[in-house]
């Protein structure tokens, strides 16, 4: 899929926290979906897809990402929204949806990208962020795009003004009109 200008700013981009600020059917997801596939086709790749809620997860990106990947011949798993799929090295990438709800089943995890989806709707954002999901991270020294529409001034506020603090950090915005 071609991804607008306004995406292709944030897909170029190399740090390796990236909070996207934007408004509604910018085309977050898409733009999300795209850089799971393109890390999946070029590295053998352990990808998390998280949205506020399991349901939302299967709502918002499971249809979208298998037609995506339908052309590939990918193993789904309905239950558990798993898709693995052959790379262009002829190993095999992993894309996987979870909620936040459940976000202590990641727990002993390690994932090369983890995509968060309506962040500005996640309870208890910083201590699950610390405590739970950065250490997936680590042993693969993996990435995190942190995607959502703004609500007020809460963590993902502060979140998007982390690169402030930390040059891993690059923070964008975008209107709906942008798209």
């Known amino acids: 899929m071609q991804l607008t200008p306004a995406q292709k700013i944030i897909a170029k981009d190399r740090h390796r926290f990236r909070v996207v600020n934007c408004g509604r059917r910018f085309g977050k997801t898409i733009l999300a979906i795209e850089e799971m596939i393109a890390l999946g086709l070029h590295k053998e790749a352990r990808i998390v897809y998280i949205a506020p809620t399991y349901q939302q997860s299967r709502d918002i990106a499971w249809e979208q990402l298998k037609k995506r990947l339908s052309v590939l011949d990918p193993t789904i798993n309905e239950s558990r929204l798993e898709i693995k799929f052959k790379n262009l090295q002829e190993t095999e990438s992993v894309i996987i949806l979870r909620g936040w709800e459940s976000i202590e089943t990641l727990r002993g995890q390690s994932y090369d990208l983890v995509v968060l989806d309506e962040v500005a709707y996640m309870r208890y954002f910083w ?11 680590t042993d693969r020294k993996g990435q995190a795009l942190f995607i959502s529409t703004p609500k007020g001034f809460n963590h993902f506020y502060e979140l998007y003004n982390q690169e402030a603090e930390d040059k891993q950090f690059k923070s964008f915005h975008f209107t709906s009109y942008d798209n």
């Open 127 to 137: 201590e699950n962020w610390q405590e739970v999901v950065r250490p997936t991270l």
